[in-house]
């Protein structure tokens, strides 16, 4: 008997082993497969428009421009207005226009032949206080209405590339832009061309 009780434990023992080392363990669980995005085609690239076009006149109405009083000196910036250049000036010295609002805005006139395209120069222009007093001048001895500016082939001259204005004086409108109006204004020329800044001259 105590053979058989012995035998019996060693044969319990056994399966007992056994089966915790049988293969029964479940399989681990894994996740779902990740599904990778489309592949998104890249849009095409459009070339960038070219900076290139005609340059308008600018002008500005002759009281206004006598009211900024004599021997005032204009540094000029370019102005965008999305689709067209114009010119906004602050008096006094060449720093001026340091935080605060322009005193001069030119308004946008006809559109002149003059094209500006790549190698032009948008910089910085001044009105000298001689140059200034010429040009009222000219609108005294005239009895002009307004002041036009007019830009320059930036291809010409010893400043090329350089974007610059020559002054007129007219009494014709030219912020009419109906069509029956004469494509050139009736001006008279002051003599003046605004000056890339600093000035090529002290005045």
């Known amino acids: 008997m105590p053979f058989t009780s012995a035998f019996l434990c060693c044969t319990a023992l ?22 990778a995005a489309p592949a998104v085609a890249p849009a095409a690239v459009q070339p960038a428009a070219a900076l290139s076009g005609n340059l308008d006149t600018v002008w500005i109405d002759a009281a206004t421009f006598n009211a900024l009083g004599a021997g005032t000196r204009i540094t000029f ?5 999305l689709n067209s ?8 010295n060449a720093n001026s226009w340091n935080n605060r609002p322009p005193d001069v805005r030119l308004s946008k006139g006809r559109q002149s032949p003059v094209l500006y395209g790549s190698g032009s120069y948008f ?10 007093n010429s040009i009222r001048q000219t609108l005294t001895s005239s009895h002009a209405s307004y002041v036009v500016f007019g ?18 004086v007219t009494s014709d ?27 090529k001259n002290s005045e």
């Not at 056994?14 to 990740?34: E, G, I, M, Q, R």
């Not at 830009?151 to 007129?168: E, K, L, M, R, W």
């Open 85 to 92: 250049w114009t010119l906004r000036g602050w008096t006094g």
């Open 14 to 35: 056994l399966l007992l082993l056994a089966s915790c080392n049988s293969n029964d363990t479940p399989d681990v669980k894994k996740d779902p497969a990740v599904s």
């Open 151 to 168: 830009p320059v082939n930036p291809t010409t001259g010893t400043d090329a590339g350089q974007i610059t204005y020559s002054v007129f």
């Open 77 to 81: 910036k370019f102005f965008d207005t």
């Open 123 to 132: 910089g910085v222009l001044q009105l000298t206080p001689n140059q200034y």
């Open 173 to 199: 409108n030219p912020g009419n832009f109906s069509p029956d109006f004469k494509y050139k204004y009736v001006v008279d020329p002051t003599g003046v061309t605004i000056n890339p800044s600093p000035p």
